[in-house]
């Protein structure tokens, strides 16, 4: 089912993101972790895409035994990353023909090493590029990604507005915030799109927070700011994992009770291929949401 009727049909949507694993245990492992999510009964799930090869595969392959062997809806991330256009259309028929209806549409990151990014020959530079391509060919439904404290590029906010605007245009169905730790930035950055003309659902993202340096790294390269106060709760007990793991826990179950009071359309959980935190956020806000 696409997302985007989802949505239509007025339903808060809720999923979880995974990544491609490395190798055999970790795929494995990483079923295992969806087996244990899917009691949850998730809208739809989704797997991000890499720069190999051999990852861009898995992606595929990964979306495709998670809709038809585990049930669960799917939908596949794609970048513009060193591909073009003849490469990108092969991946958008394989996904086609395998029944594969929602797509989220990225530009990516530029690869190790590289501080700009280029597009590849015959390729796309941005994100709205990639999804006028794809809407001139194909009828997935289409999400898009959105930045509540601005995009790291953007030249300033209002700037990376309009860009989001000119994708949404081109396209884009639905919205998937970058992941944020303080809600007013949320409702700060809904209220400017909603100004700006941009009408598509946005979903916030929400990233259980697990480790305190693994998520500073996280927030540095997102541009995503860890609030003071949760940073003064978490300093002292940094060496203390459990410690670290509860507070955040709390704190991502605090932002999704607030985000469904405030009428949010959807949760994206950023699980990194892990199940305990998420769950143990469900368990604060399964009755809100109804299941
Ligand atoms: C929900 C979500 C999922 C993600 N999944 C993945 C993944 O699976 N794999 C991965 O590699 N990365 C992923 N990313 C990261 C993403 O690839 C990076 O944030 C990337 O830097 C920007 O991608 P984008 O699609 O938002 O780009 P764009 O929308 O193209 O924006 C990129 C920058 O260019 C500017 N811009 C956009 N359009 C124009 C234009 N027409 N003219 C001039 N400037 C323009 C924007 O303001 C912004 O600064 C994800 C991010 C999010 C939020």
Redesign the pocket.
Same mark, same amino acid.
């Given at each position: 089912m696409k997302i985007i009727d989802m949505l239509r049909q007025g339903r808060r949507t809720v999923s979880f993101?995974f990544?491609p694993p490395k190798n055999d245990q970790g795929f494995s492992d990483l079923f295992a972790v969806i087996e244990a999510l899917k009691p949850l009964r998730p809208s739809y799930v989704?797997?991000?895409? %890499? *720069?190999g090869g051999s990852t861009r595969r898995k992606?595929v392959e990964l979306v495709k035994r998670i809709r038809h062997e585990i049930g669960i809806e799917a939908m596949a991330?794609?970048?513009?990353?060193g591909a073009a256009s003849s490469e990108i259309t092969s991946v958008l028929q394989n996904l086609h023909e395998s029944g594969i209806e929602n797509l989220?549409?990225?530009?990516?990151?530029?690869p190790k090493g590289q501080k700009t990014?280029a597009a590849a020959p015959g390729g796309f530079?941005?994100?709205?590029?990639l999804v006028a391509f794809i809407r001139a060919g194909y009828d997935f439904c289409l999400? %898009? *990604?959105?930045?509540p404290e601005?995009?790291?590029?953007?030249p300033s906010p209002a700037?990376?507005l309009?860009?989001?605007k000119?994708?949404v245009d081109a396209g884009v169905d639905f919205l998937?915030?970058?992941?944020f730790f303080d809600n007013a930035d949320f409702y700060r950055f809904r209220d400017k799109a909603a100004a700006a003309g941009i009408h598509a659902p946005i979903l916030a993202?929400i990233m259980p927070l697990l480790s305190l340096k693994q998520t500073k790294r996280f927030a540095q390269m997102?541009g995503a700011r860890i609030p003071a106060d949760l940073l003064a709760k978490l300093e002292p007990v940094e060496d203390d994992a459990e410690a670290v793991r509860s507070l955040g826990t709390m704190h991502a179950a605090r932002q999704c009770e607030q985000l469904l009071d405030a009428g949010v359309a959807g949760l994206?959980f950023y699980t990194l291929n892990r199940s305990t935190a998420t769950r143990a956020i469900f368990q604060h806000i399964k009755g809100q949401l109804g299941w």
């Open positions: 993101e990544f989704s797997v991000t895409y %890499g *720069a992606t991330h794609l970048t513009c990353v989220l549409p990225l530009r990516g990151d530029p990014f530079r941005y994100a709205n590029e999400g %898009g *990604a959105c930045y601005t995009h790291p590029e953007a700037v990376d309009e860009n989001l000119r994708k998937i915030t970058q992941l993202g997102c994206h």
